[in-house]
Every structure is written in C-alpha cells, then in structure tokens.
C-alpha cells in the first residue's frame, strides 16, 4: 500500500534552516507527482512545492521560490524540501501528498492529492 511518512521537523531560529524528507513506499517514486504541502495554526492549507515524476520537473509557491529546495533520491525513495532562510511565518504542519493521476500539485490543489503523510511540524522562532 502505499505510504508516504514525513520527518525533519522541529524547533528552528528566523533566517536558519531545515530539511524534511518524505518516504515514500508502495509505488515507484518517479513514476508520480509528490508536493509539499503546508497548514499554518488558523490558516488554510497551502501548497508549497512540486515534483514532477514524469521529469523532475519542480515547481514552487511564489513565496517559497528561492529559500525553497525540493528535490528526490529515487534509489531511496526519498523526496526531499530543503528550506532555507525561515521566517516565522513558514511556522506550520509539512505534509508530503501523491498524486495518482492530474495536474493538482503543481497549481497548489491540495484536493487534488490522493495519499498523504501524517506531517511534520516545523516551528520557526527565536
């Protein structure tokens, strides 16, 4: 079946950095799409980055674009965002999603996604 669990989280200073994996298992990781995905306390739930199986292809919220890194390990089975610069702003629950079949992910449709991790927290805060 398939499963996707996120770790890296945690507690980080302003302008430091971080990096979250997503593991991925039941399905071939090339083969699909994966983004990242967050949830702000009180906010609504937002995409932050994609990766196209398909080519690598990557894509990334305006506000990510450049302090943002995704990228993948296929022989790990690994998907990768590596953040940098964090604001207090970025404070919130990363999710890893798939998405079987469409274009979701990279417009930032989270109910397009089809399976999901259970998140990861990252808290940005001096």
């Known amino acids: 079946q398939v499963q996707l669990v996120e770790s890296g989280g945690g507690l980080v200073q302003p302008g430091g950095s971080l990096r979250l994996s997503c593991a991925a298992s039941g399905f071939t990781l090339d083969a699909y799409t994966i983004g990242w995905f967050r949830q702000a306390p009180g906010k609504e739930r937002e995409g932050v980055s994609c990766?196209?199986?398909?080519?690598?292809?990557?894509y990334y919220a305006d506000s990510m674009e450049g302090r943002f890194t995704i990228s993948r390990d296929n022989a790990k089975s690994t998907v990768y965002l590596q953040m940098n610069s964090l604001k207090p702003e970025d404070t919130a629950v990363y999710y890893c999603?798939?998405?079987?079949?469409?274009?979701?992910?990279?417009?930032?449709?989270?109910?397009?996604?089809?399976?999901w991790g259970k998140g990861t927290l990252v808290t940005v805060s001096s």
């Open positions: 999603a798939m998405e079987t079949y469409g274009s979701s992910c990279v417009m930032g449709y989270s109910d397009g996604m089809d399976y």
């Open positions: 990766i196209r199986g398909s080519d690598g292809s990557t």
